[in-house]
């Protein structure tokens, strides 16, 4: 038996909408780990600086260690403290 107050508080937290766990990923959303997820995080970097006047940004994408049923991935740039080669960042080679 509750009390009036904590009953109206238990019924307030039942009718609020449970939020979403953070592991959980909605359909629109790409896992960037995956070779897909990667492709597609590489097209995004590389259109933003290319709209931007930026065209010598290079990206590759490399495997990376992962379970034997799950690989990853991660993309690999030529930016530098996310700066393209033309304004301060890297010259596209790997240090």
Known sequence: MLDPAMQAFADEMQAKPRPRRAGTRRAEQLDNLSGLGAQ?????????????????????????????????????SNLLNALPPAIGGGDGDTR
């Open 40 to 76: 597609r995080l590489s097209e995004m970097i590389r259109s933003f600086w290319m709209a931007s006047g930026f065209a010598n940004v290079e990206t590759q994408i490399v495997p990376c260690t992962g379970t034997g049923e799950r690989p990853t991935y991660a993309v690999r």
